[in-house]
């Protein structure tokens, strides 16, 4: 699974979660000893082979600095001349010399001290009068520009920065007020601090989130650095974090079940309860209520989390199973500063909607024939390693077999937003659709080429078959993706491209490559890039990804989304195809018919006409990297846009109707879960439209509720739309073709 889409999900928010390791230290981990041995093992088994040399060390600098600054707004050009000079080409000596902690925490402690003057920069400009009738503009994107040269440039970056912000906040409140007056209804946003001290809390938070490091976050962020210069998914993981990885993976947590999301005036919110959670069992905490002390083993030593990074007040609130944890918390509409504690027993939290999923949806054709359409959602390759507990192989051949008992004509596999998972999960997985033959090529750094088969002699399901894939399925989601398109078993439908990693990752525990005497436990982990993988054809997804058959407009491919996108990634090449490899014939796939067939649909489809006009402005903007900080230029960039919107919300009202009134007449919708399935369930009729809250229950979020974009008919997107019309026309050719090979054979009888 790639590590950008981990992090982009946990920051927003994040499920708290419990393992047992434990918190207790008798001596501190010796991370120049494990600097050392992470680059021994690095040099070892890297697939690149990459030289261990002075270039190398660039990278390593260049990494690390772009890690902690992205934005080039911190480091004045001083700072990154003086780590040059000092550490640039030493580096990769410095690591093996067990002394990587020099560098770590001198470069470190200059963000810090950098971070403490741009707060105390932001505090006097925040008091300052803003001038928003200046024709002055700033960049949306800094990540190539120059670091600035000198103190007024720093200053004049930070003040432009600070005036967008402000700007920003404002406008967005003028564009809430304007909806809800609009509708009749009460502006969230007066209960909001004003924009000044929003922002300044906002910066306040991202100033605490840099200097709580410790020693040891250093070492780790310098070492997540090093890691990442080989290639963009080759990444060092402190004993913490391995932890929560090894638990994405497993779909199953040890924690109170609780949603939190970080909010600006530094308390941690709840913002979901899960369904049957320990939270919920209790019973005593509420969805809007404000965590600011955690009590992590109850024994009376609150930790004050105020401003405190997401993933660490969830490190506080983890445990081991059947422990307690107290929470200080201010309860939801209490008066300010109003605070109780609650005590809630740490167990076992299944993540049931991060499990795979199917419905049905019968539909009638042009002729009014009912063909039933399977539809099973993936949203990752998930295997518990430890334990064999979990594995979504498992799961999808459980809903397959029932949706092959309830008469499927055809089936779709939706693998958007599949960030990836385990390769032997999604080997097992292939073998449901082709019969055995090469699913995956896997080189490793020697050039060694092993082909890896499906395990099943023949295929569970033989019908008509889609998969959907978008910018962000990634990885074991392309090799299943790849793999159904070289047998020309399915048609890929989606984004232009999926995400384009082609690499296999290990875990290697740097523990045991740790002295005998040296503390082992706290040592990290690095999940190592060791092969890449090949399509059956001999392609490689890496950077190009799986090409889709068909192309559906999707907001991702305007945006920065992909494996083309990120620094250090590996190049593209091919191998010899698989020798075994005899895919079936294209034609069975009639694409030449469902191009022709949904190209008129999308010509026809105002919304996907829509996205075709949004994709082109965002590429725009993203060229044009400017926004302007005139209010009254912004105010009216605000006004065509709402005029849009207002043209496009009136012409969809009534279409929308339209169409939902005939998928009343047409269409029935049918879900089904693992545990309709387990427990032999009759699948149910549902409505798609209706939000489902079974697995968590979630709090109402106002300034949301004011979206008048109105909803999508009967809750179908529209590519999920498409994608069933692809398949219904699949299912249809096919049909005609068995019915004209069938008179044929008894025409020459």
Known sequence: MTSSIIRKVVASASIALASSCSLLAEQPTDFNEVGKQVSILLQNTHFSRAKWNKELSVKFLDTYLHELDPRRMYFLQSDVTRFQTEYGEKLHDMLLQKKCTVPAEDIYNTYIKRAKESSEFINAVLKEPFDFTKEETIERSRKNSPWPKNQQEWQGLWRASVKDAILSETLRREAIARLANEQGKEDPTT??????????????????????????????????????????????????????????????????????????????????????????KHGELKLNDRIVGVDSLNTGEVTDIMFMKIDKVVDLIRGKEATEVRLKVEPAGAAPGETKFIVITRGKVEMKDEQASAEIIEKKDDKGVARRLGWITLPAFYMDFDNNEASCANDVEKLLRRLMEEKIDGLIIDLRGNGGGSLEEVRKMTGFFIKRGPVVQVKTEMGQIEVKDSEAREPIYHGPLVVMIDKTSASASEILAGALQDHNRAVIVGSTSSFGKGTVQQLMDVGRMMPFFARRDRAGTVKVTLQKFYRPSGDSTQLQGVKSDIVLPNLLDGMEIGEEFLENKLEFDKIRKAGNFEPLDRNSLFLPRLLELSAARIKESKDMVYTLEDIAEMKRRMVENKDSLNKAIRDKEISDADIKRHARNKERIERYAAVTQKDKETTKFYKLSLTDVNENKPIATYDPSITDEKYMRKAKDETADLDDTPKWPSGIDMVKRESLAILMNLTQATESAKAAGALKKTAER
């Open 191 to 280: 209960k909001e601090k004003s924009p000044v001290e929003k922002v300044r809390l906002r910066y306040e938070r991202l100033l605490h989130s840099i200097t709580e490091a410790d020693t040891d976050d250093m070492a780790t962020y310098f070492l997540v650095a090093v890691t990442k210069a080989f290639d963009p998914h080759t990444e060092y993981m402190g004993y913490r974090e391995i932890a929560r990885f090894k638990d994405s993976m497993k779909n199953q947590l040890v924690g109170i079940g609780a949603q939190l999301q970080a909010e600006e005036d530094g308390a941690t919110v709840i913002k979901g309860i899960v369904v049957g959670g320990p939270a919920d």
